[in-house]
């Protein structure tokens, strides 16, 4: 019999630093019917702890086994002879007769097994377990626990713990309900636990924040936190540590190496190290990078011998290593090939520039120091970033760029002024603004964002941005007019600047025509933040002129081409134009939730007008709802926009009418108004007919106009579109 280790029939022993993990351990608990439960994660991930935490738990009510595999176990003659003493170990009835080292390796499948089986079947309910299973290369050895684990009898369960994906027929046990699989993302510390081990056992006293950041940098691996609190002691301040932790610690550097990178041959390691560049990773993309074939077998089977490896979809095409094992990998590669680093950036960015990937283009450029092609990268790909309402992703490229090159290259300024713009961060528009003014252009022809001059566009920058300066912002937009081509892409927005100025400055019929062409030009051109913004308004004046349907009609269309191209987030006027629109039609719970949004939305952008716009609009809308506390909050900020603005327009008289409202509402009490006059009120504000109405109500057409030249008489108008307009005005709707 070979020499038997007793240390390999026990498992180790628990740490004092242990932290007990009680729903995993309930997680292992098998229901009937489960052959196999596997617990499968890279190294550090606590899948000895864990099972040795279960075993002591589990063998009180049934007899658990147990053997802790190593190289040696790969001769099927060791590996058996030990399963056998392991079984017998806890079922002292359990004997196959026959031991394999009578046998021999050749005949351990046709008589060791059976007999390993048929002792089992004669066990009420027993368990066992291999730890360390990936250590059973390819060979006769893997192949028997393969075939036992299809032919054990339903009493007995196997239970393996792996760093690697082991060959055995996982798809049909899990298919059948035979499988329990507990995997890295359910052995990750949570935040609890993590507390348990940093905060309780190691008594560093950390907060919440901090270790929330922890878990966030390591994954939650339980190894990287406890090298963390190993790393802490000691230290003058946590805190600062806490936030550095990562793939340069050299209790983590040493672990890493030690346990995973070397464990890997010198062809897997190139792999590893060179593509530790790449935030994803796939065949094709590591063969440019590598400058060889074959990468994508090579990332299939390091996949399953190095859960490290993470995969991004079913099709074993895209993978990305754990984020703290990856910065070892550079680390590592800067130790190994300094320098190299650069060269295996650029051909990275050559891959996903050609295929399409513009942000990892971008950093993978950046990281090259290819600045010149990261421009041209950014400056090709902006315009239809921006007008699809990407604009956090816009300008995360643009903050990329190095301080000193952001700050003197005029293609990068202009796309700053915008975008900064449009994120409400007036002071840097302002200052990117003025280098750039300060800077001659450097091309001819279009520029990025669409003008066929730099005057142009500022004057467009500034009609679209006034800051609360209606007068001056009106003003640009006609000086824009004058500059700009309308052939060029950019003649949406400068329409659209002349329309937000006509209708600021309160001539609806102008405002109306120039948001008309918006939409069409803009639709034609792909500017769907200008074509969406221009429908809202369009909404607006439909309702201003008591053309309900229209009205709703126009808001639909905007929030439609909103939602299709992703704009939705960034255009809040669409939403008011919506919470308006239904206002108008008697869905008060519904306009409600519109406006709120579109308030947030515009709060986000900073841009004063539109705010304070949108808060008279939800203002108008909460006391028609008798939510007046919330109706005054929106009020008083409104009013403050309205006092600072250098040139409001005509939203001060908008605002002092609703301001007035609740005390015409009580002047107008004397009308008092019946339920009947209210719901037909109500109809009015729609598409029907009196006729159509009456139908509706179920009322005669007579009635119908009885109650309507009541209201009129009562609210003192002459005309539906008045009395729409003024019961509006009164909180009636």
């Keep these: 019999m070979p020499e038997l280790l007793e240390t390999k029939l026990h498992p180790p022993s628990l740490r004092s630093h242990t932290v007990m993990r009680d729903r995993l351990v309930e997680r292992l608990r098998a229901e009937s019917g489960v052959k196999l439960v596997l617990v499968a994660a890279p190294a550090g991930y606590g899948k000895t702890t864990l099972l040795g935490s279960w075993r002591g738990l589990e063998s009180k009510r049934r007899p658990v086994a147990w053997l802790t595999l190593d190289e040696s176990d790969n001769d099927p003659v060791v590996l058996w002879s030990q399963v056998h003493e392991a079984i017998k170990r806890v079922c002292p009835a359990f004997d196959v007769s026959v031991t394999p080292e009578r046998v021999g390796a050749a005949r351990i499948p046709d008589v060791v097994l059976p007999r390993i089986v048929n002792g089992l079947a004669d066990q009420t309910d027993a368990v066992l377990v291999l730890d360390d299973f990936h250590l059973l290369s390819s060979g006769p050895a893997r192949d028997g626990v393969s075939w036992l684990v299809e032919h054990a009898p339903s009493s007995f369960q196997l239970v393996l713990s792996s760093r690697s994906e082991p060959a055995l027929p996982l798809a049909a046990l899990r298919a059948h309900g035979q499988l329990i699989e507990v995997r890295a993302d359910e052995l990750g510390f949570t935040l609890e636990e993590a507390d348990a081990l940093l905060n309780g056992q190691f008594e560093l006293d950390l907060e919440s924040e901090v270790l929330g950041g922890l878990v966030d940098r390591t994954e939650g691996w339980p190894t990287g936190l406890y090298l963390a609190a190993l790393s802490m002691r000691g230290v003058k301040d946590p805190r600062a540590f806490a936030s550095d932790f990562g793939g340069r610690n050299r209790y983590v550097v040493d672990f890493l190496v030690d346990e995973v990178l070397d464990a890997h041959d010198a062809q897997t390691q190139e792999l590893m190290l060179r593509s530790s560049i790449l935030e994803r990773m796939s065949g094709p993309l590591c063969d440019a990078v590598l400058e060889r074939e074959g990468s994508a077998e090579l990332l299939a089977d390091l996949a399953r011998r190095n859960l490290f490896l993470l995969p991004l979809d079913d099709r074993g095409e895209w993978y990305r290593f754990h984020h703290l094992f990856a910065q ?283 705010l304070a716009n949108g808060l008279i609009c939800q203002a108008r809308v909460l006391l028609g709802a008798r939510r007046r506390d919330e109706a005054a909050a929106a009020i008083g900020e409104a009013k403050k926009i309205v006092d600072s603005a250098p040139d409001p327009g005509i939203l001060r008289g908008r605002l002092q009418a609703v301001e007035q409202a609740p005390r015409s509402r009580k002047r107008r009490q004397a009308a008092d108004l019946s339920d009947r006059e209210l719901d037909v009120l109500r109809m009015l504000g729609g598409p029907l007919s009196e006729r159509d109405i009456g139908r509706e109500l179920y009322l005669s057409h007579n009635t119908v106009h009885s109650h309507t030249r009541s209201i009129y008489r009562k609210l003192g108008v002459s005309s539906r579109k008045q009395a729409l307009l003024l019961a509006r005005e009164l909180g009636l709707l």
């Design 328 to 610: 070892l990998l550079r680390v590592e590669l800067e130790a190994r090939e300094p320098g190299l680093g650069p060269n295996l950036h650029q051909r990275a960015f050559e891959w996903h520039r050609d295929h399409g990937s513009t942000g990892e283009a971008l950093t993978h450029a950046l990281d090259a120091g290819a600045f010149p092609e990261a421009i041209a990268l950014v400056t090709r790909a902006w315009r239809a970033t921006v007008s699809t309402g990407r604009r956090a992703t816009a300008l995360a490229w643009l903050e990329r760029f190095p301080p000193e090159l952001s700050s003197r290259d005029p293609q990068l300024l202009l796309m700053a002024a915008w975008m900064l713009s449009e994120a409400g961060r007036r002071d840097e528009a302002a200052a990117a603004i003025a280098d750039l003014e300060r800077l001659e252009w450097p091309c001819r022809g279009v520029l990025p964002d669409g003008f066929s001059s730099l005057e142009a566009s500022l004057a467009t920058l500034r009609a679209w941005f006034p800051w609360g300066d209606v007068g001056a912002g009106y003003a640009q937009a006609l000086r824009a007019a004058e500059l700009q081509t309308q052939e060029a892409p950019a003649w949406a927005a400068v329409c659209w600047a002349l329309g937000i100025g006509c209708y600021y400055r309160g001539d609806g019929e102008s405002a109306d025509r120039w948001f008309d062409e918006t939409a069409e030009v803009g639709q034609a051109t792909e500017r769907w933040l200008s074509a969406t913004s221009a429908l809202a308004y369009r909404s607006f004046l439909a309702g201003e002129r008591g053309q309900i349907a229209e009205q709703h009609l126009l808001a639909e269309r905007a929030a439609e081409l909103a939602r299709a191209h992703g704009t939705d987030g960034v255009r809040g006027e669409v939403h008011i134009a919506m919470g308006v629109s239904l206002a108008a039609r008697g869905e008060p719970r519904e306009a409600l939730f519109h406006l709120a949004h579109g308030v947030a939305v515009l709060r986000s952008s900073g841009e004063p007008i539109q």
